[in-house]
C-alpha cells in the first residue's frame, strides 16, 4: 500500500486540528489478506483481492473507490455483514472468523453501530424511541447522561417526539447516526451516509460525524464516493480491482481528486486490454 501525504484542512480551507483523537495506532478493526469471490470460472469475479488494512481507534476513515473495486464488499465483512472466502477479520481482539451466529448477533449489537444511506428508521416509532431501538431489543438500560451527549452532539434535543415522516432527511440520518452512537459501539460503519441528501443536510451529517470522533473519540468507517465528505476524515483508503491501491492522511478536496485522476488514468489501460479480449 502506498502513502501520499496531504495538506491539512476542512472543506472549504479552513485549518483544522482535528484534536481530541486517542493514539491513532491502536487498533478497532484489521483484515489480514482478506479475499471474496463471487461466481466461478469465466463469471469469477474477486471483490477481494487479499486486503491487508487496519483501522486506528478515534479516527475517521473513508474507504473510496470506483464502482465495483470492492469498497462495500470489504464494509460488510469488516462489519460481521457477510463472510470472506479466506483471510482474517478482527473487531477490537475479537476473530470473526468461525464466529457462530450467536456470536456474531451480539458482536454486532455490542461492538459495532451501523449507518445507512437509507436511514432505516422505523416509521411508527418516535426519533427518541429510534435512537433507542437497538438497547431496547438487546434488553439494556440507556444511560442517561450518555443519551444526552449524543442528542446534544447530533442537535436533536427539539425533535425528540417526531417521527420520521415529521423530519427532513438530513434529520433522519442524524437520528440514524445517534441510534448508532446509542450503544458506545467500538467502530461505527457508515455506507454512504450522505447518498440521500442534499448538500447542505449531507455537511450537516459529516460534520456530525467529524464531532463525534473529535470529542468521543468514536471510530468511524465511512464508504463515499464524494471527495468533499472524505475531506472532513483522518484518512482516505483507495481500493481499486479488491485490492489496497494507496491512502491519504489528512486530505483535502484537492488532494483527494489527485489520486481518484492517477486511478482512472491506470485502470484505462486494464479496461482496453480486456475490451479487446472480449
Same mark, same amino acid.
Given at each position: ?114 449507518? $445507512?444511506?437509507? $436511514? ?68 461505527? $460503519? ?89
Amino acid at each position: 500500500m502506498s502513502g501520499s501525504g496531504s495538506s491539512q484542512g476542512e472543506p472549504g480551507g479552513a485549518v483544522s486540528p482535528r484534536s481530541g483523537r486517542v493514539d491513532p495506532m491502536t487498533v478497532a478493526a484489521s483484515v489480514r489478506d482478506l479475499t471474496k469471490i463471487y461466481g466461478s470460472g469465466q463469471t469469477e469475479v474477486r471483490a477481494l483481492d487479499g486486503v491487508t488494512l487496519d483501522i486506528g481507534a478515534g479516527e475517521f476513515t473513508a474507504v473510496m473507490g470506483p464502482s465495483g473495486s470492492g469498497k462495500s464488499t470489504l464494509m460488510h465483512c469488516c462489519a460481521a455483514l457477510d463472510t470472506a472466502d479466506s483471510g482474517s477479520v478482527r473487531i477490537g481482539e475479537v476473530e470473526l472468523t468461525g464466529l457462530k451466529d450467536k456470536a456474531l448477533t451480539a458482536l454486532r449489537r455490542d461492538e459495532i453501530g451501523f449507518v $445507512f444511506q437509507s $436511514f432505516n428508521l422505523v416509521p411508527t416509532l418516535s426519533a427518541k424511541e429510534n435512537i433507542l431501538l437497538p438497547l431496547a431489543i438487546a434488553g439494556r438500560r440507556p444511560d442517561s447522561a450518555w443519551f444526552d451527549q449524543v442528542v446534544a452532539t447530533v442537535g436533536l434535543d427539539d425533535r425528540l417526539g417526531h417521527r420520521p415522516n415529521q423530519l427532513s432527511g438530513g434529520q433522519q440520518q442524524r437520528v440514524a447516526v445517534a441510534r448508532a452512537l446509542a450503544s458506545r459501539p467500538r467502530i461505527v $460503519f457508515a455506507d454512504e451516509p450522505t447518498g440521500n441528501l442534499d448538500s447542505r443536510s449531507g455537511a450537516e451529517v459529516l460534520s456530525l460525524l467529524r464531532r463525534s470522533v473529535d470529542e468521543h473519540q468514536q471510530t468511524i468507517v465511512m464508504v463515499t464516493h464524494d471527495p468533499v465528505a472524505a475531506a472532513y476524515t483522518d484518512r482516505v483508503v483507495f481500493l481499486a480491482d479488491g485490492r489496497v491501491v494507496d491512502e491519504l492522511r489528512s486530505p483535502d478536496r484537492e488532494a483527494v481528486l489527485e489520486v481518484m485522476a492517477r486511478m482512472t488514468e491506470a485502470a484505462a489501460p486494464r479496461d482496453d486490454a480486456a475490451a479487446r479480449e472480449a
